[in-house]
Structure formats: C-alpha cells, structure tokens
Nanobody
Framework: QVQLVESGGGLVQTGGSLRLSCAAS????????MGWFRRAPGKEREFVAG????????YYADSVKGRFTASRDNAKNGVYLQMNSLKPEDTAVYYC?????????????????WGQGTQVTVSS
C-alpha cells in the first residue's frame, strides 16, 4: 500500500500563490506517476498536473499551463504543486494521486492511490 498526505492548501487572493505538497510513504517503489487532481463544488474531478518519478517530466491541463508547476523530490518521496497567478476558478479540493508503472494518463480512475485532499480557496 501507498499512503499519500497533502498539505499546503489555504485561502489566497486572486493573483496569489500557494505550494501544495504531497508526502508519499509505504510501497512507493510500486508507483511511477504522480498526479494532481481537483474537484470544485458541483463539478467533476479533473486532472491538473502530473509528474514522473523517474525523469521528472511533467504534464499539465491547459487551464493551468504556465501558472502551475509540478516537481518531485525522490529522496523525500515528495511531490509538489507550485500554483501561481491563482484565479477564483482554481478553488477546489486538490488531491494527490499515485499510479503504478504504466503510461501517463489523465483519467482519475486509472490512479491507484489517493490522498485525502487539501482545500484551496481563491477569493476575488
């Protein structure tokens, strides 16, 4: 099993920044891809960003490209999401997810482990 714990959410004004962290523990060697997803009130869960443990290659949803940056620290089993130029529409619960080895995907159902989520609220 793999345990994921997110932190770093909070309340920020439009244009502000937040940095989310995801601490992975357990059988992390069994995971290859980390993803960030979010669920806004009344909306479906959506892909935000992803990163490969091995080479650090990152992927982004169009809605966050150029504003968000995913990174990882293999030594600490941590992944991070730096969020800049935040907008009210970024308000959501953000989840960290891990996928076993395989191709990169943006489909939430194909991720194997999930954190409990952290709330991000952007005020206008």
């Amino acid at each position: 099993q793999v345990q994921l714990v997110e932190s770093g959410g909070g309340l920020v004004q439009t244009g502000g920044s937040l940095r989310l962290s995801c601490a992975a523990s357990g059988r992390t060697y069994n995971t290859a891809i980390m993803g960030w997803f979010r669920r806004a009130p009344g909306k479906e869960r959506e892909f935000v960003a992803g990163i490969n443990w091995s080479d650090g290659r990152a992927y982004y949803a169009d809605s966050v490209k150029g504003r968000f940056t995913a990174s990882r620290d293999n030594a600490k089993n941590g992944v991070y999401l730096q969020m800049n130029s935040l907008k009210p529409e970024d308000t959501a619960v953000y989840y960290c997810a891990a996928r076993r080895p395989g191709s990169f995907v943006t489909t939430a159902e194909l991720y194997d482990y999930w954190g409990q989520g952290t709330q991000v609220t952007v005020s206008s």
